[in-house]
């Protein structure tokens, strides 16, 4: 699997439905933040894991929140479902709509793990930390 470009555009983001563990696998042997969403029946999962990248990367605290903050926004929202899992470094998001949408959050949360919080400020209006 080749590595992510940082930012990912949401077109680049791996389809890992049925072979997780293969591509949790190359980013962790790429020392990456590993992303991907799953398809599960009509719905879609998103998946963001900071683990993979090493003990030298470091998700800092605004980052946590700002991540919390957009999970609590989606759920609030029903774009997700509320058994999100929300850190501190892997994050999860299950019954996204569409697969357009779960791409487009997938690239927002791989960019917030790399310190990025622009586009999810951008795929998530609204989602103030203070929710």
């Given at each position: 699997m080749q590595q992510l470009p940082i930012p990912c555009p949401g077109h680049l983001i791996p389809d890992a439905t049925n072979r997780f563990e293969a591509a949790y696998?190359?980013?962790k042997a790429q020392r990456a933040v590993f992303v991907g969403i799953e398809r599960e029946g009509e719905w879609w999962t998103v998946k963001a894991d900071a683990l993979t990248a090493g003990p030298g990367h470091v998700v800092q605290d605004a980052v946590n929140a700002a991540l919390r903050a957009a999970i609590v926004r989606l759920?609030?929202?029903?774009?997700?479902?509320?058994?999100?899992?929300a850190g501190p470094v892997y994050f999860m998001l299950h019954g996204v709509p569409s697969e357009g949408r779960a791409r487009e959050l997938a690239a927002a949360f791989h960019a917030a793990l790399y310190g990025d919080l622009g586009p999810l400020h951008?795929?998530?209006?609204?989602?103030?930390v203070d929710e």
């Open positions: 696998r190359a980013a759920v609030r929202e029903r774009e997700t479902n509320s058994d999100a899992f951008r795929g998530v209006p609204g989602a103030d």
